[in-house]
């Protein structure tokens, strides 16, 4: 394979979410190995079979991002031990074909997933749902590493800007799996 695409997704809209935040640095951690898009989805609206057929622009946009992807990133905060909404009404879209009676992108697409929270479970648990239903979709899941980190403010610089001391030896080993892991696909 030439140089592999991964398409970023991060499940979370705050403006300074320390998810997107390790999206960057996951970017980082890739280097030129990959290339790293960071999926923007604001604009994709809540799921409604009345407005499914013609597709929303939006929702053609992000499907075209991952089709064209060789492999997808999950980013994802933790909401009530579970993955926020705005990420299952993504997915949501995604599990529907590009057009009547045709196929879904993330079938067979090979997925990481990486989570930072505030609290003690590092996001593991909002995790395990999202593989659950990620596996429904038939996506490839790089079950391992996933990486976890708990505990997130004690990774923030002065500016509350996320700096990964001792993480950053993960993402960069989750990386690195990942990059492999699109080269053996
Ligand atoms: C509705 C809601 C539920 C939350 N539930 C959890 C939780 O179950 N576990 C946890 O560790 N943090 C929980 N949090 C805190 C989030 O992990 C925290 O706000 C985090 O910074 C969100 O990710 P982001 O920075 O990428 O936006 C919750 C936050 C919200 C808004």
Request: glycine share 0%; net charge neutral; charged share 45%.
């Given at each position: 394979m030439s140089k592999p695409k991964i398409v970023a997704i991060v499940g979370s809209m705050r403006k300074d979410s320390y998810n997107r935040q390790l999206a960057r640095l996951a970017k980082e951690a890739v280097g030129d190995r990959a290339e790293f898009e960071l999926l923007e989805y604001a604009d994709v609206p809540l799921m409604n079979e009345d407005i499914?057929?013609?597709?929303p622009e939006s929702v053609q946009r992000v499907r075209q991002a991952v089709a064209s992807a060789d492999g997808v990133w999950f980013f994802t905060p933790e909401y009530n031990h579970f993955f926020p909404g705005v990420l299952k009404n993504l997915i949501d879209w995604l599990s529907?074909?590009?057009?009547?009676g045709g196929s879904q992108v993330l079938a067979k697409k090979p997925a990481a997933i990486s989570g930072i929270s505030p609290g003690m479970s590092g996001t593991a648990i909002a995790q395990d749902h999202l593989v659950t239903l990620i596996s429904i979709l038939n996506m490839k899941v790089m079950n391992w590493p996933r990486l976890t980190i708990p505990n997130g403010w004690q990774q923030l610089d002065e500016e509350k800007k996320l700096k990964l001391a001792s993480s950053a030896i993960h993402l960069q080993k989750q990386a690195d799996a990942f990059v492999q892991f699109l080269q053996n696909q």
């Open positions: 499914e057929y013609p597709t529907r074909p590009m057009e009547k």
